[in-house]
T-cell receptor, first 111, second 116 residues
């Protein structure tokens, strides 16, 4: 059974810092991996999608990497801003096309 | 660009009542997924449909049923509601039948169900 783990569960950093969020999964047989952002009580905003054949994707200040063989992904956020404060969720698409989510990392960027 | 539409956005029901949540996928998307996110929890897969047939089933209670209609919209029917059913229910769609099975799922804004 696929399990997705995110570390750390919570993170508080001063504005301007670069930071890394970690995601690990137990079964490397995935189709893709997505990183989402979720504000409190709100919906899911897709940030980056990495296909299983890819190693990284970039969008603005965000960079996500994927090492499928070791079951790991990282989300790198450069020059963090208070507006980046949210919960970041990692999800993998399994062999039946459903997404399995991690428990998320709650990020607080302090002004 | 058109997005996934969910209705209603908010729903308040009492215990033992029934609720119906609707999802309208992005045009030309043939696959719909339902997820449940309880308070403080990560989203959990409930059920999916591909070309109007059930594709996969997760931890969906027997009190819940769902279907996908000829126009590809989907409805999640929930009966004998319990307090624990209070959650955010997301619908997502993807164009799996296009052959691009590796495409991302596009999420709707969710329906917040509160059971009192």
């Amino acid at each position: 059974k696929q399990e997705v783990t995110q570390i750390p569960a919570a993170l508080s950093v001063p504005e301007g810092e670069n930071l890394v969020l970690n995601c690990s999964f137990t079964d490397s047989a995935i189709y893709n991996l997505q990183w989402f952002r979720q504000d409190p009580g709100k919906g899911l905003t897709s940030l980056l999608l990495i296909q299983s054949s890819q190693r990284e994707q970039t969008s603005g200040r965000l960079n996500a990497s994927l090492d499928k063989s070791s079951g790991r992904s990282t989300l790198y956020i450069a020059a963090s801003q208070p507006g980046d404060s949210a919960t970041y969720l990692c999800a993998v698409m399994d062999s039946s096309y459903k997404l399995i989510f991690g428990s998320g990392t709650r990020l607080l960027v302090r002004p | 660009a058109a997005g996934v539409i969910q209705s209603p956005r908010h729903l308040i029901k009492e215990k033992r009542e029934t609720a119906t949540l609707k999802c309208y996928p992005i045009p030309r998307h043939d696959t719909v997924y339902w997820y449940q996110q309880g308070p403080g929890q990560d989203p959990q897969f409930l059920i999916s449909f591909y070309e109007k047939m059930q594709s996969d089933k997760g931890s969906i209670p027997d009190r819940f049923s769902a279907q996908q209609f000829s126009d590809y919209h989907s409805e999640l029917n929930m009966s004998s509601l319990e307090l624990g059913d209070s959650a955010l229910y997301f619908c997502a769609s993807s164009p799996r039948g296009s052959g691009r099975a590796l495409d991302e799922q596009y999420f709707g804004p969710g329906t917040r169900l509160t059971v009192t």
